[in-house]
């Protein structure tokens, strides 16, 4: 029952979205438009629920010729490849904006387990433990809360299991107004530089509530 009153939300949150950010979408495809050469929207091929795959939708924030289809965290120096509007939009989190249509048309949710790129193998494997490929990916989502990019597989795929076991409308709720003042600081993101994650929250430290 709740499944349904989640997707009814995220329509309806989706749409009001949209019409509210509209002067903000505006003013960053004007941004990137004079920034740099290439498309507004950058897409990338995804795994969605029940493990479809989906184009999900960000503002473009890096060069066209930045290799595909690579985490940025796992880039070798990745600032060469990120544009100046760029660096803004992915430190303010806005280039995620685009993720809102995503919603509106149910490819997402607003919150869920963040979407595997599609040769995330060793991800998705472990997300088939927990149940965590059968519902839809999120905007954002327990693992983003507690260590977004530092976190292992293991562990990203444990917590989105425990979000699996516990959903609910008060969880979600929880999760959303959690999320704010982690993009406003920018916890737990890598930019890149070594190749290599370094969890940095264990699993044991997360507790829910």
Do not use: C
Not at 68 to 90: A, C, M, N, S
Not at 93 to 105: A, C, G, H, R, Y
Not at 157 to 181: Q, R
Request: charged letters at 25%; zero cysteines.
């Amino acid at each position: 029952m709740y499944l349904f009153v989640k997707r009814t939300a995220d329509i309806i949150l989706s749409l009001m979205a949209l019409i509210l950010l509209s002067p903000i979408f505006l003013i960053i495809i004007i941004a990137i438009k004079i920034d740099s050469k290439g498309p507004i929207l950058f897409k990338q091929k995804r795994v969605g629920i029940h493990k479809k795959h989906f184009n999900i939708l960000k503002f473009r924030t890096m060069r066209i010729d930045t290799p595909k289809d690579i985490p940025t965290h796992l880039l070798e120096k990745p600032e060469q490849y990120i544009t100046r509007v760029g660096k803004f939009l992915r430190k303010t989190s806005l280039d995620e904006l685009p993720q809102i249509i995503n919603i509106f048309f149910g490819d997402m949710s607003i919150i869920g387990p963040r979407p595997a790129l599609w040769n995330q193998y060793d991800l998705i494997e472990e997300r088939d433990k927990y149940g965590a490929n059968d519902i839809r990916p999120g905007l954002s989502g327990y693992a983003q809360i507690y260590g977004r990019d530092t976190l292992t597989i293991a562990e990203k795929a444990k917590l989105d299991g425990e979000y699996v076991k516990n959903i609910s409308l008060w969880f979600d709720v929880k999760l959303f107004f959690s999320t704010i003042p982690y993009v406003l600081k920018g916890d737990g993101v890598v930019e890149g530089g070594t190749g290599k994650v370094n969890p940095v929250v264990g699993i044991e430290k997360v507790e829910l509530k």
